[in-house]
């Protein structure tokens, strides 16, 4: 059994929690997308990129749902914002947690102009 991350406050994390800028590639996927089962499916295929081995060492992201619909986007958005919070969150994993954050905060936000 692993042994329990050290619990810290959010004021002890020594990193700029910002809005992470988007890669222009996947905004342009996102605002071509015209229909919510659209976007999820880009949801999966963004999740297809990301190594399974950075995801297996996120306790915080996993395990991750098969993103069948915009409960699941928003679940996963969640828990990226949750790990990319946490003080116990590993250096090595700021920047590529930051990434699908921008990724899925941006997802979650064209589906609900979608549903406006």
């Given at each position: 059994?692993?042994s ?14 910002s ?23 880009l ?35 969640y ?38």
């Amino acid at each position: 059994m692993p042994s329990p991350l050290p619990v810290r406050r959010l004021d002890e994390v020594d990193r700029d929690i910002s809005v992470h800028a988007l890669d222009p590639h996947w905004r342009g996927e996102i605002d071509a997308a015209a229909t919510e089962d659209e976007l999820i499916a880009l949801a999966r295929k963004y999740m297809q990129r990301m190594p399974s081995i950075f995801v297996a060492r996120l306790p915080e992201v996993a395990p991750l749902p098969r993103l069948t619909d915009a409960g699941d986007v928003s679940l996963v958005t969640y828990r990226l914002r949750r790990a990319f919070c946490s003080a116990a969150l590993d250096g090595a994993h700021v920047a590529p947690v930051g990434e699908a954050l921008a990724f899925f905060d941006a997802l979650s936000e064209r589906i609900f102009d979608l549903r406006s």
